[in-house]
């Protein structure tokens, strides 16, 4: 059963940094696209950034220069190192995972998902 568990979220001070984990369980992160996804305010989610099989990895311009993701293949897991927080980077934050190796930095979809963990950024 795949499994995808975040943690690492909490606040922060703007212009402060938070770092975010995502531990996976039964699909490997170096196989697959996996993407942290951000929902702020209203319904619509924001793909922070995507990491591909390869390592390519597409930022969204909103976070570009700030945020960086990496992974640990030997933990399967990805993470996303974040600095210079603003208050509009508050949200509730998704580890998400495709199903494929993804291609050129973007994943074809986001099959698994984390439960989210949230990110609070006060000015």
């Known amino acids: 059963q795949v499994q995808l568990v975040e943690s690492g979220g909490g606040s922060a001070q703007a212009g402060g940094s938070l770092t975010l984990s995502c531990i996976v369980s039964?699909?490997?992160?170096?196989?697959?696209?996996m993407a942290w996804i951000r929902q702020t305010s209203g319904p619509v989610r924001e793909a922070v950034v995507n990491?591909?099989?390869?390592?390519?990895?597409v930022y969204a311009a909103s976070v570009k220069g700030r945020f960086t993701i990496f992974r640990d293949n030997a933990k399967n897991a990805v993470y996303l190192q974040m600095s210079s927080l603003k208050p509009e980077d508050t949200g509730t934050y998704y580890c998400?995972?495709?199903?494929?190796?993804?291609?050129?930095?973007?994943?074809?979809?986001?099959?698994?998902w984390g439960q989210g963990t949230q990110v609070t950024v006060s000015s």
């Open positions: 039964s699909h490997p992160v170096n196989r697959n696209c």
């Open positions: 998400a995972a495709d199903e494929g190796p993804g291609n050129g930095g973007y994943c074809s979809g986001y099959k698994y």
């Open positions: 990491i591909d099989s390869e390592g390519k990895t």
